[in-house]
């Protein structure tokens, strides 16, 4: 068995293709390199975004449940996408189907039931949620 037959033919043009890219991306790199500007205004430093200039440390310190908020969201969101495309297929899987995704939309309020009992969904400060607390017991006293 030699090399001819192991090889398929059909992977040169790939090959190819692959070192030309290669060659192609290292030639602009190095033509920009050699024809770019080089400049330094005592404004080549400084951090520019949304054309405001900015202010203070960039090392600002965020509350955990902005990142708590942002991954429930995710995590909802991306159920969501789930429920839509059972919708469009809500014919072809038939009460099987139906089944299992009421099984799963069950499970999610199932997760978001756990999650407003815990707390995790109020934004208020400790104080706010002490005194949301003695509402809450004084009406059911």
Same mark, same amino acid.
């Given at each position: 068995?030699?090399l001819?037959? +192991?090889?398929?033919p059909?992977l040169?043009?790939? =090959?190819?293709?692959? *070192?030309?890219?290669?060659?192609?991306?290292?030639?602009?790199? =190095?033509?920009?390199?050699?024809?770019?500007?080089r400049?330094?205004?005592?404004?080549?430093?400084?951090?520019?975004?949304?054309?405001? *200039?900015?202010?203070?440390?960039?090392?600002?310190?965020?509350?955990?449940?902005f990142?708590?908020?942002a991954?429930?969201?995710?995590?909802?969101?991306?159920?969501? +996408?789930?429920?839509?495309?059972?919708?469009v297929?809500?014919?072809?899987l038939?009460?099987?189907?139906?089944?299992?995704?009421?099984?799963?939309?069950?499970?999610?309020?199932?997760?978001l039931?756990?999650l407003?009992?815990?707390?995790?969904?109020?934004?208020?400060?400790?104080?706010?949620k002490?005194d =949301?607390?003695?509402?809450r017991?004084?009406?059911?006293?």
């Amino acid at each position: 068995m030699n090399l001819s037959e +192991v090889s398929n033919p059909a992977l040169w043009p790939l =090959a190819v293709f692959f *070192i030309l890219v290669v060659l192609l991306v290292m030639s602009i790199i =190095a033509v920009s390199s050699v024809l770019g500007q080089r400049h330094r205004g005592r404004t080549t430093d400084e951090i520019f975004e949304c054309g405001l *200039i900015s202010t203070g440390s960039a090392r600002v310190r965020f509350a955990a449940k902005f990142y708590l908020m942002a991954m429930f969201f995710v995590i909802f969101d991306l159920e969501s +996408v789930f429920i839509f495309v059972w919708s469009v297929g809500v014919h072809e899987l038939g009460w099987s189907g139906y089944l299992e995704v009421s099984v799963f939309i069950g499970i999610l309020l199932a997760a978001l039931f756990y999650l407003w009992r815990v707390g995790a969904l109020e934004w208020g400060t400790l104080k706010q949620k002490k005194d =949301a607390q003695k509402i809450r017991r004084k009406r059911h006293v």
